[in-house]
């Protein structure tokens, strides 16, 4: 497993050789841009991948030049018309349309993101358009925000903030904010993978019995690293005192966190989503939180991004919600940044891309 620093230092090695334009660009220079294969990236992405982009020589970029208001649909699907290749994030739809706006030129799709939910992947695959993706940069920072994200939870930190600073800090109390710890309890994990191996060790200093998990199939070679037992969803639910969300959304997981699942956990149990949201019934999630079914649930990961402030998940105490940062630390991006970067260069000489989906 790469660490986000030894992820950053290998991707930096892999930048081409910077394109000379002290003085200004030249007659010559300019000719040679015109001949690069063109690129439209669709955010203002960290600085370490936009260097190696513009430090390769090898495409003519244009940026979306903007971190803080998406790219309109409208004028996204005017900025990708023959293109070679496109630098997304997760939150444009790389669709049938925009396929077709982008024409028989588009080659390479590179995401800056390790979930791929928003990338129509038949339509990919059918156009013979190739896809990079990062994983494994992003593991270490999403362990530790789910890590935090839960004990934030089970501990109530955000309501004994709001009460410290509203009055309510008065005398002390018995049972007054008490919550629930991981020493002696068993976490289940929804989905193996390396980030809820990840996960699992650094939670397991915590003195946790027992970790479980369950998944499509069983995972013995991860498993074995945490010593996690794999079990059905259904014991997953009535066995664990902490419930991690960690799978990938895809037709067989969408919404698979619902009222069944829910109405089979502890009323003790707490319940973290830091996969994607649409795994997830907000609805039943809503129920299950105001009736007590479950004691507490902490998203990171919602549907819709962002959540409406009118929405009834907000109106709860005993859910805290987080505006999807879990990999949000400037190593993080930054290698996330990079390894998008390379991905999309390496596609386009027709190399193996670092991380390539395999469609």
Not at 46 to 60: A, C, T
Not at 125 to 150: C, F, N, S
Request: charged share 20%.
């Amino acid at each position: 497993m790469w660490s986000s620093s030894v992820a950053l230092r290998r991707l930096q090695r892999i930048a081409g050789t910077p394109l000379n334009v002290a003085g200004g660009l030249t007659s010559s220079v300019q000719r040679k841009m015109s001949t690069l294969p063109r690129v439209f990236v669709t955010r203002q992405i960290p600085p370490e991948g936009l260097k190696i982009l513009r430090d390769s020589g090898q495409v003519n970029f244009e940026l979306w030049d903007s971190d803080d208001v998406p790219v309109p649909r409208k004028e996204l699907l005017e900025k990708v018309r023959g293109v070679d290749a496109l630098l997304c994030v997760l939150t444009e739809k790389v669709d049938a349309e925009l396929l077709e706006a982008a024409g028989p030129k588009l080659k390479v799709v590179s995401t800056m993101s390790v979930g791929f939910d928003h990338l129509s992947l038949e339509e990919l695959k059918r156009r013979g358009i190739r896809v990079g993706y990062t994983p494994d940069v992003l593991t270490d920072a999403v362990a530790e925000l789910t890590v935090a994200l839960l004990l934030t939870t089970s501990r109530r930190l955000i309501e004994a903030t709001h009460e410290a600073k509203t009055g309510g800090w008065g005398t002390w109390r018995t049972l007054w904010l008490c919550g629930h710890e991981l020493a002696n309890s068993t976490v289940g994990i929804l989905g193996l993978g390396r980030i809820g191996v990840a996960i699992a060790e650094r939670l397991a200093p915590f003195k946790v019995k027992k970790f479980i998990y369950a998944d499509v199939a069983p995972r013995p070679e991860l498993a074995a690293s945490i010593n996690a037992e794999y079990v059905s969803l259904d014991e997953l639910a009535e066995r664990s005192d902490f419930l991690a969300a960690c799978c990938a959304l895809t037709p067989e997981t969408k919404e698979i966190c619902n009222r069944r699942l829910f109405s089979k956990m502890k009323n003790t149990s707490i319940f973290i989503n830091t996969s994607r949201g649409g795994v997830v019934n907000q609805e039943d999630l809503y129920e299950a939180l105001a009736t007590g079914q479950i004691a507490g649930a902490g998203l990171d990961v919602t549907v819709p991004e962002p959540l409406p402030t009118t929405h009834p998940l907000f109106t709860l105490k005993n859910c805290v919600i987080l505006p999807h940062i879990a990999s949000a630390s400037y190593t993080t991006r930054n290698a996330m940044s990079a390894l998008a970067a390379n991905n999309l260069l390496l596609g386009l000489q027709g190399e193996p891309m670092i991380r390539e989906l395999k469609l």
